[in-house]
T-cell receptor
Framework: AQSVSQHNHHVILSEAASLELGCNYS??????LFWYVQYPGQHLQLLLK??????LVKGIKGFEAEFIKSKFSFNLRKPSVQWSDTAEYFC????????????FGAGTRLAVHP | EAGVTQFPSHSVIEKGQTVTLRCDPI?????LYWYRRVMGKEIKFLLH????????ESGMPNNRFLAERTGGTYSTLKVQPAELEDSGVYFC???????????FGSGTQLSVL
């Protein structure tokens, strides 16, 4: 079955620490990859996406993600987090043949302490 | 441009009652999706409308759930009768063409007691 796994459910960091959130997906075909973020009390917003080309994708607010096809992974990174990055982060995938719908992971709740 | 609007934002009902959730997509967006997140788990796909037609309803849990999209505009998701396991956050999203560019609503938090 097509699925998305996020390894960390809760992450706690201090400001200026580096962040890496893991995301792996099943299936070996063509995929479109996404990271969404939900800040407290707000709706889901797109952070970044990968369709093709350079596997290192830069998104908003200093986030980036790297697609590693051989590992079926799309990890999210940020070199130095801020308190305002406190949010829940969701990895999502559109699988080829997946009939035009996003499949989400379980999310990672990030808390950044000043 | 107005975003995707969902209401109510919260609903608390008793087991066995009926609840109707509403989603107003962004104007001009033919694609409308419903998703659900049960406590701490993944956001699960429920169904996808293209205009008023159900394109994919493979994620609907059972026949207690009924989704409609009148005239290809707003959509409703009715749960009848509600069960405890239906509690969660129900998200609606819309896009002009494909799922690659979805805009999400803020969700409806449903609590079934």
């Amino acid at each position: 079955a097509q699925s998305v796994s996020q390894h960390n459910h809760h992450v706690i960091l201090s400001e200026a620490a580096s962040l890496e959130l893991g995301c792996n997906y099943s299936y070996g075909g063509t995929v479109n990859l996404f990271w969404y973020v939900q800040y407290p009390g707000q709706h889901l917003q797109l952070l970044l996406k990968y369709f093709s080309g350079d596997p290192l994708v830069k998104g908003i607010k200093g986030f980036e993600a790297e697609f590693i096809k051989s590992k079926f992974s799309f990890n999210l990174r940020k070199p130095s987090v801020q308190w305002s990055d406190t949010a829940e982060y969701f990895c999502a995938v559109i699988f080829s043949g997946g009939y035009n719908k996003l499949i989400f992971g379980a999310g990672t709740r990030l808390a950044v302490h000043p | 441009e107005a975003g995707v609007t969902q209401f109510p934002s919260h609903s608390v009902i008793e087991k066995g009652q009926t609840v109707t959730l509403r989603c107003d997509p962004i104007s001009g967006h033919d694609n409308l999706y419903w998703y659900r997140r049960v406590m701490g788990k993944e956001i699960k796909f429920l169904l996808h409308f293209v205009k008023e037609s159900k394109q994919d309803e493979s994620g609907m849990p059972n026949n207690r759930f009924l989704a409609e999209r009148t005239g290809g505009t707003y959509s409703t998701l009715k749960v009848q009768p509600a069960e405890l396991e239906d509690s969660g956050v129900y998200f609606c999203a819309s896009s002009r063409d494909r799922a690659e560019k979805l805009f999400f609503g803020s969700g409806t938090q449903l609590s079934v007691l």
